[in-house]
């Protein structure tokens, strides 16, 4: 056997071997570039709704109360006009019972709901614009609403809607508005500014039973990469001197308008993305649904 063809059989295994090399660390950049896109987006499970108020201001003092406990909770008004507070994202029922329990036994509450992970407070919408009183407070949508990422909590893939699955997005944007004139504190009196807005839109998208990371800079990371040209109800828009720099988010709903809290204490409003300030300062948006 002549030293040539044993050179040319190893420059061939190490071709293949190099070849099989590149193809691994393409294979891993794509998975890596996924767990990125993924991180923070999950579905929501067990929560716990607590409270009967006709005054909003006594839905924020409760929830200033268990937030000032380390619990991210937050207040909503239902179709019939009463203000609740929820929070938690617990795998199962119990747990989200026994947290609740132990709130009544520290004479935090009195009563409370656990709300199951495939329940959307709000029916779907018919059209767009603040929406008239429903028959019924709480529907259960025959498909839970997913996200276009893999779970992180359970390992789960959450695959992109069809067509046909009602569009969570629209719901996301018909949920946004209830909350228009709502004065809206999330987080106390010591949380840097700018936590408000994300929260606002964090508690929108919990409502649709989905859990999206907490500040605007970690929501802008996840989800699906929107251009200002294709945005749809429900998306996230948000704006600031750069990406690195965000810092307000708000929630489309169409015909140029988004949902946002402006600062904090403020009533929640209705701003159009046109706007010169906005305009000035849109970063890009993002879409989970």
Known sequence: ???????????????????????????????????????????????????????????????????SKGIEAFYYRKDS????????????????????????????????????????????????????????????????????????KDEQPLAKPAKSISDMGAIAARTAERFVGIPYRWGGDNVVEGLDCSGFARAVYNLCGLNIPRTSREQFKAGELISKSDLKDGDLVFFGASADKINHVGIYVGEGKFVHAPRRGEDIRISAVGESYFEKRFVGARRYF
Not at 8 to 25: A, E, G, Q
Not at 46 to 63: C, H, P, T, Y
Not at 90 to 96: H, V
Request: hydrophobic content about 45%; glycine content about 6%; cysteine-free.
């Open 1 to 67: 056997m002549s030293a040539g063809y044993i050179t040319l059989v190893t420059n061939r295994h190490s071709m293949k071997r190099l070849i099989f090399s590149l193809s691994l660390i393409a294979l891993l950049t794509a998975v890596t570039a996924q767990g990125a896109k993924s991180s923070g987006l999950t579905r929501l499970g067990f929560a716990i709704q607590m409270g009967a108020f006709s005054d909003v201001k006594n839905a924020e003092r409760l929830a200033a109360t268990l937030q």
């Open 81 to 152: 006009g009463i203000y609740a507070v929820r929070f938690g994202d617990y795998p199962t029922k119990d747990l989200a019972r026994n947290a609740a329990k132990k709130l009544v036994a520290e004479h935090l509450i009195t009563s409370f709901y656990v709300a199951p992970p495939n329940e959307v407070v709000f029916a779907q919408p018919k059209g767009a614009g603040i929406q008239k009183l429903l028959p019924d407070e709480i529907k259960n949508l025959p498909n839970h609403p997913t996200a276009v990422v893999p779970a992180v």
